[in-house]
């Protein structure tokens, strides 16, 4: 229950740092799995349906949407062409689509986990669970996990800012909802003691300058 908690709470808040922005366009990763960050002026998609492509006009259609949907967030291959069949493709279309721009998958994983890590703070295993959620294949989303670069103890250090700040929980209480969200226990306790060095970094600050 808490971690299908967890999911929704990261999706809503993720999508609200995105969403709620006045950035124009939104750091994604192209086909190489690198997140880059346009500028406004910037209309070129990063994702292009080949030029020699030889394609039927349902073909067509379904690369156009899949070409859309590519140049939005990250995605995998099973989303996609379930997404493209949603909207109202055949399946054979769909698969031919997505299967167009020769993507690969693994980068992409890698660069969808390296998106989601910059808006959220996700354990390594809480990641590789996203990841699958977007059914990213386990391969996938494990090389995802493994290829982004995080200090895991200071992702958990974030955690606990982003959802234990304004509670009242007892360190062994935090630990073991960071052990559940996937997070070591070392991880956990170092997280913890980087969270409460802080605290009693900011506290000393505040009463130097005579503000307690």
């Not at 190489?32 to 990063?46: F, K, L, N, V, Y």
């Not at 055949?90 to 994983?109: H, K, N, P, Q």
């Not at 890698?110 to 977007?134: C, N, V, W």
């Amino acid at each position: 229950m808490f971690k299908r908690s967890l999911i929704i709470l990261l999706t809503l808040a993720m999508l609200c740092s995105v969403g709620c922005s006045n950035k124009t366009t939104v750091d994604n990763p192209d086909e190489t799995g690198e997140i880059t960050s346009p500028t406004p002026a910037e209309t070129e998609p990063r994702f292009k349906i080949p030029e020699d492509a030889v394609m039927n006009d349902t073909q067509k259609e379904a690369a156009e949407a899949a070409q859309e949907h590519l140049n939005g967030a990250g995605v995998s291959r099973a989303t996609l062409i379930k997404t493209l069949v949603d909207e109202g493709h055949s399946e054979e279309d769909a698969i031919f689509a997505v299967d167009l721009f020769g993507i690969d998958w693994m980068e992409m994983a890698r660069g969808t986990a390296e998106f989601y890590t910059y808006y959220m703070p996700f354990s390594y295993q809480g990641i590789i669970d996203h990841l699958k959620y977007m059914e990213f294949t386990p391969e996938e989303a494990q090389y995802g996990a493994d290829q982004v670069e995080v200090d895991w103890d200071s992702m958990a250090n974030k955690y606990i800012e982003k959802y234990y700040l304004y509670g009242s929980f007892t360190n062994d209480e935090i630990i073991t909802e960071l052990t559940e969200a996937g997070f070591t226990e070392e991880q956990a306790k170092n997280g913890l003691k980087e969270y409460e060095d802080k605290l009693a970094e900011d506290s000393s600050l505040r009463e130097e300058l005579g503000l307690d």
